[in-house]
């Protein structure tokens, strides 16, 4: 793949995607988006790959936000089309079946914010900001933020992040539960691999079955969520993988997961 926007490291069990704009704090233009539609595509098949790491080039930016220069021509149409397109990459990402770990590096602002929302896990560093400032450009969120965001944090703190357009920092972000974990720049990259170790070390199916349910939880109501909670647990139980997790545990060794 012939890529201008990103960086493409597949290691063993573990991919690393880097939006790769750091003379432009790493902003979304289309190709990066076209990039990253291609990639996860190509990643969602591709049974060397168990986890991601997404991260931005540089030790200032995540990303800070959709590319402002791409959106002055938008107008009632074209903006709605802008959006869903938008939305589809990065609803790509949240159902890819594979865990995808944020490692937010530095600003993750707009569409910035809105990617790390549609990864499963988010690690930041110290330095980070997060913010939806699109109403300082007449906007609202438009890649699944407005969704998102109140799902993870609550409807009060996100309406008052997408309100206001304030930054927050890493520790207040923590605080508030929209990140993970926060760590020192130097330590997020190592963090976020041995994370993305420990969950490829896992059975595959279990994690497979774990993103769906958990996934499940932004739309439907409990009762819908339990059944299909109990039928996902059904295909766990129908694996080897569930016969080599419980046999290893009993007999008191490492399980040996072959993801079938
Ligand atoms: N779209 C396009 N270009 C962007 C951008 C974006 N979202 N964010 C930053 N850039 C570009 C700047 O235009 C500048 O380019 P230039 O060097 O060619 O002039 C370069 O990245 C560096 O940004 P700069 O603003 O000079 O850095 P800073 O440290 O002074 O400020 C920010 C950093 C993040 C506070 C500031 O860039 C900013 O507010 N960006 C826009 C954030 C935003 O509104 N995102 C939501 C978009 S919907």
Redesign the pocket.
């Known amino acids: 793949m012939n890529l201008q926007t990103l960086l493409f490291e597949p290691r063993e069990k573990v991919a690393t995607v880097t939006i790769n704009r750091p003379?432009?704090?790493n902003?979304?233009?289309a190709q990066a988006k076209a990039e990253l539609r291609d990639v996860f595509t190509q990643i969602k098949t591709d049974s060397n790959i168990d986890v991601v790491i997404l991260t931005g080039a540089g030790e200032?930016?995540f990303v800070?936000?959709?590319?402002?220069?791409e959106?002055t021509a938008l107008n009632a149409e074209s903006g709605k089309e802008f959006s869903s397109k938008g939305q589809e990459v990065f609803d790509l990402i949240e159902n890819l079946g594979k865990p995808v770990i944020a490692a937010v590096n530095g600003?993750a602002?707009?569409?910035?914010c809105e990617l790390a929302l549609a990864c499963h896990i988010r690690i930041a560093s110290e330095n980070a900001?997060f913010?939806?400032?699109?109403v300082?450009?007449g906007?609202i969120?438009g890649y699944g933020g407005t969704q998102r965001l109140a799902r993870l944090i609550g409807r009060g703190r996100a309406m008052e992040m997408i309100l206001t357009g304030n930054?927050i920092d890493a520790a207040e972000a923590l605080r508030i539960g929209l990140v993970n974990k926060v760590v020192p720049l130097t330590e997020l990259l190592p963090t976020a691999l041995s994370m993305a170790q420990l969950l490829a070390s896992k059975g595959q199916i279990a994690i497979r079955m774990a993103l769906k349910a958990v996934n499940m939880t932004q739309e439907a109501t409990l009762s819908d969520g339990q059944k299909l909670e109990a039928s996902l647990f059904g295909v766990c139980c129908d694996s080897e993988d569930f016969k080599e997790g419980t046999t290893a545990f009993l007999e008191k060794r490492k399980p040996a997961f072959k993801n079938k």
């Open positions: 003379d432009k704090l902003a979304l233009n200032k930016a800070a936000g959709t590319d402002i220069q959106l600003y602002l707009g569409g910035g900001k913010g939806q400032p699109e300082n450009l906007i969120p930054q």
